[in-house]
Nanobody, 116 residues
Framework: QVQLVESGGGLVQPGGSLRLSCAAS????????MGWYRQAPGKQRELVGR???????IYADSVKGRFTISRDNAKNTVYLQMNSLKPEDTAVYYC??????????WGQGTQVTVSS
């Protein structure tokens, strides 16, 4: 079994920054892709960005230039650095880990609220 523990969410003013972390533990063999998704009230879950095992990244257009994904393979952890936050970034943020074999796993979600 695999567990994903997210941390780092909270309340921040517009223009502020937050850093989310997602640590995987348990029966981990080989992690392929690690990513972040978000879901705002009344909206579908959407991809924020993801990072592959080779370090290549993709981002949603809405966060390009403001958010950065990174990973520490030794710690089985993925990070999301969020800068210049906007009210429309308010959502529950979920990490997702894809392994080379087996199902994908999701974190429990962490709330990010951008408000003055």
């Amino acid at each position: 079994q695999v567990q994903l523990v997210e941390s780092g969410g909270g309340l921040v003013q517009p223009g502020g920054s937050l850093r989310l972390s997602c640590a995987a533990s348990g029966s981990i063999f080989s992690i392929d892709t690690m990513g972040w998704y978000r879901q705002a009230p009344g909206k579908q879950r959407e991809l924020v960005g993801r990072i592959s095992s080779d370090g290549s990244t993709i981002y949603a257009d809405s966060v390009k230039g403001r958010f950065t994904i990174s990973r520490d393979n030794a710690k089985n952890t993925v990070y999301l650095q969020m800068n210049s936050l906007k009210p429309e970034d308010t959502a529950v943020y979920y990490c997702k880990v894809r392994f080379t074999v087996g199902p994908d796993y999701w974190g429990q979600g962490t709330q990010v609220t951008v408000s003055s």
